[in-house]
C-alpha cells in the first residue's frame, strides 16, 4: 500500500449523545485494531452537538467545533459526515443531502431519515460516488444490514421479521419477568439510553416500523415504503396479557414482518409491526431485554437468524464504525445492494387477506349475557374460536376480562367481528387483536 493510501479518513461527527460518544470512545479504544482493519487511520475533524460545553466522558479537545452542524458538508478537512443527532427532516436532513451531494460520505444511524428519504439519499449518493451506509439504523450492533446485503445476497428473500425495538423488548420482558409497571420499565429503558428522544417513536412502533421498512427494501430489492407499514405498538399490552400468553405457552413480542406475494399484477409486499403471541419454542422467544433478532428466509441458506444488541452506545457504535471501516476500504457500492433505479416499487398486499390464529381480549361490562354477544359476533364474521381462556377475572376498575385464541382463519373476518361490537355498551374497553406468530 502506498503513503498516498494510507491517507486518514477524515470525520466530522454531528451529535455527541448516547452513540455519538460512544463512537468517540471506540475509536479512541481500539484505534491500532480499527486502522489495521480500515487500512489507514480514521481520525475526527470536527464535531457538532447542541451543547458545548457538556461532560460526556470523551476527550474532544482535538477537534474543531461547528456551532451549525450544516458546515459539516463543506469542509475540506472532512471526507466522511457521520450523523448521530436524529430526526426524519430539518437541519439533519438537509446536512445529510448537502453531504452526498457534495461526494462526501455519510454514515448515519439515523433509522427514520433512511425510512422516509433513502430512496432520495441512496440516489443522490449514486449520482454523486458518494458512500451511504446504515448498519446501525437497523438492530443496532447486529451486522444485519451487511449481512442481508452482503452474506445473503445470492439468495431470494420473501419473508423477513423479528424483533427490532430493544426499549419495547426490554419493557415486555420485564412486564413478564417481574411483572414491573409499564412507566417504570419505559423510564429504566430511556435511563439506560436505548429509547428515542421521543419514546412514543418506541413504544408505538414507529421506530420499528423505519428498521422493517429499511430491511424490506433490503431483503426484497423493494423500494422503501414507510407509509404503507400497518403498525400497533405495545402501549395497549397489559401484564394480564402477558399472563394469559404464558398460560398458553407463549411470550408476548414487538414483531415486524415483512413479506412478498406475487400476484397476476407483479409482486407485493406486506409489513406489519403489531404485538404477535410468539410460542415459547420459537428462536424469538428467548430474545430478552434490550436484545433484538431478525429473521430472514433465504430460498438457497435457509432461515437466516441475526441476533444481538439492538441499542446503546457500544453496540451502536459498532456497527457505526464498521461503516466507517468499509468506506475507508473504498467501498462505496450500492447502499441497498443494487442502484435505486433498479429497486421495484411494490404495491401493498391486502392484510386482511391472510390467514392467521389470533390472540383477542375483551375488557367487559360485568353482566349476564356479555359473553353471548361476543360469540355470536365471532359466529357471524365466520370466526372459529379455538378456546376461550378465561373470563370474569376482574382487571382493576374498568371491567372484566375475557380473552380468546381463534382458529386459524382470515384476518378480515376477526375485523368484521371487532367492528360487529364497535359502539356496544358491553364492551368498556377497545378490544386487543394479537396475532400468533407463525413459525
Ligand atoms: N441510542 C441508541 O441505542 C440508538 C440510537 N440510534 C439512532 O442514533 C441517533 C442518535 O441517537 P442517540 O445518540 O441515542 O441520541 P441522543 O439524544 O443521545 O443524542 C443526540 C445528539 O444530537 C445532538 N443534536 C441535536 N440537535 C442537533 C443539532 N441541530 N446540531 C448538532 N447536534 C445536535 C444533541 O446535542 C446530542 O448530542 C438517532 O437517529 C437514533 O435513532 C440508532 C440505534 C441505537
Ligand atoms: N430506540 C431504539 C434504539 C435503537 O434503534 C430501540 O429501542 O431499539
Ligand atoms: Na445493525
Known amino acids: 500500500m502506498t503513503g498516498l493510501d494510507r491517507k486518514p479518513l477524515r470525520l466530522a461527527i454531528a451529535g455527541l449523545g448516547t452513540v455519538g460518544a460512544g463512537v468517540i470512545r471506540l475509536l479512541e479504544e481500539n484505534r491500532a485494531l480499527v486502522e489495521a482493519r480500515a487500512g489507514r487511520p480514521i481520525t475526527i475533524a470536527a464535531v457538532s452537538a447542541r451543547d458545548r460545553t457538556k461532560d460526556r466522558g470523551v476527550d474532544l479537545s482535538g477537534f474543531a467545533w461547528c456551532d451549525d452542524m450544516a458546515e459539516m458538508a463543506k469542509r475540506d478537512d472532512v471526507d466522511v459526515v457521520v450523523e448521530l443527532v436524529g430526526g426524519s427532516d430539518g437541519p439533519t436532513l438537509a446536512l445529510a443531502r448537502d453531504t452526498l451531494a457534495a461526494g462526501k460520505g455519510l454514515v448515519t444511524a439515523n433509522k427514520a431519515m433512511i425510512a422516509h428519504h ?7 449518493a449514486e449520482t454523486n460516488g458518494a458512500g451511504l451506509r446504515f448498519e446501525a439504523a437497523v438492530a443496532g450492533g447486529i451486522p ?3 449481512g442481508l446485503r452482503e452474506g445473503a445476497s445470492a439468495n431470494a428473500i420473501d419473508r423477513v421479521y423479528g424483533i427490532l425495538n430493544g426499549t419495547c423488548n426490554y419493557i415486555l420482558t420485564a412486564m413478564e419477568s417481574s411483572g414491573a409497571d409499564f412507566g417504570e420499565t419505559l423510564a429504566d429503558a430511556q435511563r439506560l439510553g436505548f429509547a428515542e428522544a421521543d419514546p412514543a417513536f418506541d413504544i408505538d412502533g414507529v421506530d ?19 407509509e404503507s407499514v400497518e403498525i400497533d405498538g405495545i402501549r395497549r399490552v397489559r401484564a394480564a396479557d402477558i399472563a394469559q400468553a404464558d398460560a398458553l405457552g407463549y411470550v408476548v413480542r414487538l414483531i415486524g414482518v415483512a ?20 410460542a415459547k419454542d420459537h428462536p424469538l422467544a428467548p430474545i430478552d431485554g434490550p436484545t433484538n433478532a431478525v429473521v430472514a428466509e433465504g430460498n438457497f441458506s435457509g432461515r437466516l437468524l441475526f441476533q444481538g444488541a ?6 451502536t457504535a459498532s456497527a457505526v464504525v464498521a461503516d466507517l471501516i468499509d468506506l475507508a476500504r473504498g467501498d462505496a457500492g450500492a447502499a441497498f445492494s443494487v442502484p435505486t433505479q433498479q429497486l421495484v416499487a411494490m404495491p401493498k ?3 386482511g387477506a391472510r390467514e392467521s390464529r389470533s390472540y383477542i381480549r375483551f375488557t367487559v361490562a360485568d353482566r349476564p349475557g356479555v359473553l353471548a354477544e361476543i360469540t355470536a359476533a365471532m359466529r357471524d364474521a365466520g370466526v372459529s374460536i379455538q378456546s376461550l381462556i378465561q373470563e370474569g377475572e376482574a382487571d382493576g376498575a374498568d371491567g372484566v376480562l375475557v380473552a380468546m385464541v381463534t382458529h386459524q382463519g382470515p384476518v378480515r373476518n376477526v375485523r368484521a367481528a371487532i367492528e360487529m ?5 358491553s364492551l368498556t374497553d377497545d378490544p386487543l387483536i394479537m396475532p400468533i406468530l407463525r413459525s
Open 421 to 425: 361490537l364497535a359502539g356496544s355498551d
Open 144 to 146: 444485519v444490514v451487511k
Open 259 to 278: 413479506d412478498v406475494e406475487q400476484s397476476t399484477a407483479g409482486p407485493r409486499m406486506l409489513q406489519r409491526v403489531r404485538p404477535c403471541l410468539v
Open 349 to 351: 398486499a391486502d392484510s
Open 208 to 226: 420499528a416500523a423505519h428498521k422493517l421498512a429499511i430491511l424490506a427494501a433490503l431483503s426484497f430489492g423493494a423500494q422503501i415504503d414507510f
Open 118 to 124: 433513502g430512496m432520495e439519499l441512496a440516489g443522490t
Open 310 to 315: 439492538g441499542a446503546g452506545d457500544g453496540p
